[in-house]
Nanobody, 125 residues
Framework: QLQLVESGGGLVQPGGSLRLSCTAS????????IGWFRQAPGKEREGVSC????????YYAESVKGRFTISRDNAKNTVYLQMNSLKPEDTAVYYC??????????????????WGQGTQVTVSS
């Protein structure tokens, strides 16, 4: 019953924009911290942006600060990742995930225990 489904990935040119969506079913997104992670071939999965449930605090990787924005629409049970000024190094499979309730770090993969299937983002000219 519990699902996280990403959408919105695709092919975009450098400097372009995409908005990723993560829609949850089986639970209420606003009760959990939700993170966006990405993994490129040969690289470890890394935290891109995460949003806390209790206070709405956000985290952004240094590489995406000023370009990406995470937001949550509780009515739609959806978390978004607006990605602007995309660079080729942003190319990866992007995953959304639900954080464990325990007090672990906000935006590292090990803090998350439910994951979506991923959506491919390719930034290329």
């Amino acid at each position: 019953q519990l699902q996280l489904v990403e959408s919105g990935g695709g092919l975009v040119q450098p400097g372009g924009s995409l908005r990723l969506s993560c829609t949850a079913s089986g639970f209420s997104l606003n009760d959990y911290a939700i993170g966006w992670f990405r993994q490129a071939p040969g690289k470890e999965r890394e935290g891109v942006s995460c949003i806390n449930s209790s206070d709405g605090a956000t985290y952004y990787a240094e590489s995406v600060k000023g370009r990406f924005t995470i937001s949550r629409d509780n009515a739609k049970n959806t978390v978004y990742l607006q990605m602007n000024s995309l660079k080729p190094e942003d190319t990866a499979v992007y995953y959304c995930a639900r954080k464990r309730l325990q007090l672990f770090k906000l935006c590292v993969p090990s803090s998350y225990n439910y994951w979506g299937q991923g959506t491919q983002v390719t930034v290329s000219s």
